[in-house]
């Protein structure tokens, strides 16, 4: 079965979620909610869940958590947004990775990366969300590309050994240096309590979006930089845990992530001058990893869902 190299990459980081074992466990429940809203699985209705997605992710929630089960929650809530982006992403030259080295390819890590004089520092990117650009080697079968490394030399397919594995990390790295200045990244923090964390994307999105610092602050490092790619956003994304009743157009936390470049969303519907569903930010963010819209090639590619998809664990 023809593959392209998207789509592996898709499948690799959906894969990763369900080795967290709370996402795992919590799944089991999640799915019949999941199904129960989207009987007829049509594009509508599944990109629609990200109106439900806080209270899908509640139907698990325990309460007097411990701070494991916090942590073990925020993970969860991490993997489930990262789940909805890559499940209406289908058939799109966008995928959304849960921060992991060894699935983000280096140019991406190094392009966000923040420098302080000789101190390096990882952004709160909880997640991470590449548009690749509109060329053939995304779209054809991955074992047809044929593309060199930073250093002019041919990057092999597969490992070496009895049981050869095909090298997708290396490919990668190999096409986004080659396509850097085309590539969009979008970084996505991901919080279950908002008025404790409204302030983390506030800064970090400030940092970002500064052209230059005083004091010795760059982004990027070996040579790439979100200064030279073809679009770039951060944006918060929260369940959240608090009253809603609580929080308003003038609530301190609202006012902290309004101006943020990416946008700040939730899972539930939108609601004006507070936060958008989290189903918004395909279209103002993630719109251009396809020439038609995020509806149009979600039908087409749902006919999939229980042959080519399966690794999204609704079959």
Wanted: aromatic share 10%.
């Amino acid at each position: 079965m023809m593959t392209n190299i998207i789509e592996a990459l898709r499948q690799e980081s959906v894969a990763k979620l369900f080795t967290g074992k709370v996402f795992f466990r919590s799944f089991e429940t999640w799915k019949g909610e999941i199904n129960s809203i989207t009987p007829n699985k049509t594009s509508r209705q599944v990109i629609d869940l990200g109106d439900h997605l806080s209270e899908i992710f509640r139907t698990t929630r325990t309460a007097g958590r411990g701070q494991g089960d916090v942590s073990g929650g925020g993970a969860a809530w991490e993997s489930i947004v990262c789940w909805y982006l890559n499940l209406c992403s289908i058939g799109r030259r966008s995928v959304a990775i849960k921060h992991s080295r060894a699935l983000i390819p280096d140019p991406i890590c190094d392009a966000i990366t923040v420098n302080y004089r000789n101190f390096v520092s990882n952004t709160e990117s909880d997640l991470i969300v590449i548009v690749f650009p509109d060329k053939p080697e995304y779209q054809i079968d991955k074992e047809l590309i044929h593309v060199n490394d930073a250093n002019g030399r041919p990057v092999p397919l597969f490992s070496q050994g009895r049981n050869p594995k095909y090298n997708l990390k290396a490919v990668l790295n190999a096409l986004c240096h080659r396509d850097f200045s085309e590539i969009e990244i979008h970084i996505i923090q991901c919080k279950t309590n908002w008025n404790d964390n409204a302030q983390i994307p506030m800064l970090w999105d400030m940092i970002y979006s500064a052209t230059n610092f005083r004091n010795n602050v760059t982004i990027g490092r070996n040579g790439y930089s979100i200064a030279n790619i073809a679009q770039f956003s951060y944006s918060f994304v929260t369940v959240p845990t608090s009253r809603i009743t609580s929080i308003t157009p003038n609530s301190t936390c609202v006012k902290r992530v309004s101006n943020i470049s990416g946008g700040n969303y939730w899972g539930r519907p939108t609601q004006n001058n507070v936060a958008s569903s989290i189903k918004e930010m395909l279209l103002r963010n993630l719109s251009r990893g396809h020439g038609q819209n995020f509806l149009t090639t979600l039908q087409t590619e749902l006919q999939r869902l229980n042959t080519e998809y399966t690794f999204f664990g609704l079959s």
